[in-house]
C-alpha cells in the first residue's frame, strides 16, 4: 500500500489498514441512543475524505453468545437477551445489572451488543491472521461494562473482548486508554494479570464518573504494577498532554515490551465536548497515535466516548489518516450528504448543527480553509471553543521501573 502526502511516520508505505465496515453495522450502532447516528457521521466524513480507498474494507460478524461468555457472566448475557427482546424496563432485576438510566433498556441491545463485540473480535482476528498491522473498529471502545453489568452507556466490553482475542497468540498485551473516563471495565478485567497492562489517562475529580483510576491504583496480585493511571485535571491541552503521554508510554514500552496493542481513542477529550473537561484537539491525540504506531505493533484501533458528534466525527477522520499516513487535502470534499452551508460555522463561531460535518484547518494541516460563506470560518480559535483553563494537576507520573 502507498503513502501519500506528508507524514512523520516512516512505516506508513508498509502500513496494512483494515477498516471494519458493513451497511447494517453503522445502521445498528446509529440506534445507540447516546450517540444517535454517530456512526454514520464518522463513517461518511471518512468516505468523503476518500480513506476508504486506502484500507481493506472488512464486514464484522455477530459475536455468539459463548464468546461475549469469555468475559461477561451467562447471568447477566441472558438477562440482556431477555429484555431486549421486548424492551422490557420493569424488570425488577435489571438494576441490578447495570440496566437503567446511565444504560437504558431498548428493544434489540443484545443485538447491538453481540455486534460491536463481533466486530473487535473481527478487528482482532484481522491482526492474528495477519492481514493487517492496524485494525480500526471506531464504533467500538465501550470500556466501563463489567463482567455482571452494563456500565457509562456500555453493554458489552468489547476492548476486553478484543484483548483476550489477541492473548490467544501474543503473550502480552499492552491496553492504553486516552478517553477521557478512566478505563475501569478493561483495568479490573485484568487486574490480576501480568499479561495485560492497562494505561489510562483520563480526568479524575471528585463526583466525576466512574470516580476510579487514582494514580495509586496499581493492579492486584501478579497484576501489580500492570496497571498504571495517569489522573488529569481540567483544561490540559495538546503540547501537555502529548508530553505527558510521550513520557508514560516511553517507560511502558521500556519494562513490559508489548507484543500487541489495543487502544481506545475516545473524543470525549476534544475542546467543545458537552463533558466540557480537556482542550484537546484531534493534532494532539493524533501524535499519541503516531507516536505508538512507530513501534510498529499489530495494533486494534477503538473509539469510545465522544458526545459532540461533529467533532467526534472529525477527530475519528483525522485518526484514520493518521493510521494510513496520509495528510488530508484542505479542500473540502464533495459529499452528497455534506451542503456547503454545513461544512462552515457563521461569523466565525462554533456551528451547533448536529449535522456539521466540515474539517477545521488543524485536520488539513493549513492555517485556514477557504470557504464562500465565512473566509474565517473553521479556523482552529473558531472550530473549537475553547473552556475556561484549569491548572493542570498530574501529581506525579506513575513510576513502574518495579515492574517484574
Known amino acids: 500500500m502507498s503513502c501519500r502526502g506528508d507524514s512523520d511516520d516512516d512505516s506508513c508505505n508498509k502500513r496494512r489498514v483494515a477498516y471494519i465496515y458493513s ?27 476518500g480513506l476508504l480507498q486506502h484500507m481493506s474494507i472488512v464486514k464484522p460478524r455477530v459475536a455468539t453468545i459463548e464468546e461475549m461468555a469469555k468475559f461477561h457472566t451467562d447471568a447477566y448475557l441472558e438477562h440482556l437477551h431477555k429484555i431486549s427482546q421486548d424492551g422490557d424496563n420493569d424488570d425488577p432485576q435489571s438494576g441490578d445489572y447495570g440496566l437503567g438510566y446511565d444504560c437504558p433498556i431498548v428493544e434489540g441491545i443484545f443485538d447491538y451488543a453481540a455486534a460491536v463485540g463481533g466486530a473487535t473480535l473481527t478487528a482482532a ?3 492474528l491472521d495477519q492481514n493487517c498491522e492496524v485494525a480500526l473498529n471506531w464504533a467500538g471502545g ?10 457509562g452507556f456500555c453493554y458489552v466490553n468489547d476492548a476486553v473482548l478484543g484483548i483476550l482475542k489477541l492473548r490467544e497468540k501474543y503473550e502480552r498485551v499492552l ?33 466525576f464518573f466512574p470516580g476510579t483510576g487514582d494514580l495509586c491504583d496499581t493492579g492486584l496480585g501478579k497484576g501489580r504494577w500492570y496497571a498504571v493511571n495517569v489522573p488529569l485535571e481540567d ?9 505527558v503521554f510521550t513520557s508514560v508510554m516511553q517507560e511502558v514500552r521500556a519494562q513490559f515490551n508489548p507484543e500487541a496493542m489495543v487502544m481506545q481513542l475516545g473524543a470525549d477529550t476534544m475542546a467543545g465536548d458537552p ?21 510498529q505493533l499489530p495494533t486494534l484501533l477503538l473509539g469510545g466516548g465522544g458526545y459532540n458528534l461533529a467533532n467526534t466525527a472529525r477527530c475519528w ?25 454545513q461544512l462552515c460555522c457563521s461569523n466565525g463561531k462554533q456551528t451547533t448543527d448536529p449535522n456539521f460535518l466540515g474539517l477545521p484547518c488543524w485536520l488539513s494541516g493549513t492555517t ?15 472550530a473549537f471553543k475553547r473552556h475556561t483553563l484549569h491548572t493542570l494537576s498530574l501529581f506525579s507520573l506513575p513510576s513502574i521501573s518495579t515492574l517484574h
Open 317 to 341: 477522520t483525522y485518526l484514520t489518516a493518521a493510521a494510513l499516513g496520509k495528510t488530508l487535502s484542505s479542500e473540502i470534499p464533495d459529499h452528497e450528504q455534506l451542503s456547503s452551508s
Open 175 to 207: 491496553y492504553v486508554d486516552v478517553d477521557l473516563h478512566h478505563g475501569d471495565g478493561v483495568e479490573d478485567a485484568f487486574s490480576f494479570t501480568s499479561k495485560v497492562m492497562t494505561v489510562s489517562l483520563h480526568k479524575f475529580s471528585p463526583g
Open 368 to 382: 485556514r480553509i477557504s470557504c464562500p460563506h465565512n473566509a474565517a470560518c473553521l479556523h482552529p480559535a473558531h
Open 235 to 243: 483544561g490540559v491541552k495538546d503540547d501537555r498532554y502529548y508530553q
Open 125 to 127: 482476528q484481522c491482526l
Open 275 to 295: 463533558m466540557c473537561s480537556f482542550n484537546m484537539t484531534p493534532v494532539g491525540v493524533g501524535k499519541c497515535l503516531r507516536y505508538v504506531l512507530q513501534w
Open 142 to 151: 465501550w470500556h466501563h461494562a463489567k463482567k455482571d453489568e452494563a456500565s
Open 23 to 49: 451497511p447494517e453495522y453503522i445502521e445498528t450502532c446509529d440506534t445507540l441512543s447516546k450517540v444517535p447516528n454517530r456512526a454514520s457521521m464518522v463513517h461518511s466524513l471518512i468516505e468523503a475524505y
